[in-house]
């Protein structure tokens, strides 16, 4: 849970993201980068964008208006959720939740949340390059499973009630 984070870890993210920030066009490399290691990593979430299971992701999907403007508004998420960490946590948790919920509408999977967060690291380590260190993923993928174990709760309880 996102409450259970420590101070140098998330310290350490939101170093990292305010790096990334300073790059030209942060929101839409970083959010192309994810989207491309995530379509990679789960062909099949590609129709939950509106994209054939096949479609190539690094022409048909990068020309697609609304893939990139979807690909910044996730980075913009992820912006804003690493902005409440800490002095809004109660509320960050509250709204991860929500979002979970949605996504569960939209077809997103439980499993592609682990996926979705080598995704997020592979971006954040190509934009920050050889500064981006063993230490530096540790804290990342410790604040990725944290909002992610939030978001994903939902469809965990829905799980359970399915199968019950």
């Known amino acids: 849970m996102v409450a259970d984070m420590s101070y140098t870890t998330v310290s350490s993210?939101?170093?990292n993201w305010e790096e990334i920030r300073r790059l030209p066009d942060y929101e839409q490399k970083t959010g192309v980068l994810l989207f491309q290691k995530l379509f990679e990593l789960e062909p099949d979430a590609k129709v939950i964008f509106g994209f054939q299971k096949d479609a190539d992701v690094n022409t048909e999907l990068t020309k697609s208006a609304r893939f990139i403007k979807h690909a910044k508004y996730f980075i913009q998420m992820i912006d804003k959720a690493l902005g409440m960490l800490g002095p809004d946590i109660e509320l960050l948790t509250e709204i991860?939740?929500?979002l979970g919920k949605k996504h569960m509408g939209y077809g997103v999977k439980p499993e592609y949340y682990p996926s979705m967060g080598r995704a997020l690291i592979f971006s954040v380590k190509e934009c920050l390059g050889d500064n981006f260190t063993d230490d530096m993923k540790d804290a990342w993928l410790e604040v990725f499973s944290a909002l992610s174990y939030d978001m994903?709760?939902?469809s965990r309880q829905a799980q359970?009630?399915?199968g019950s």
């Open 160 to 162: 359970k009630k399915g």
């Open 152 to 154: 994903a709760f939902v």
């Open 96 to 98: 991860l939740m929500d």
């Open 13 to 15: 993210v939101i170093d």
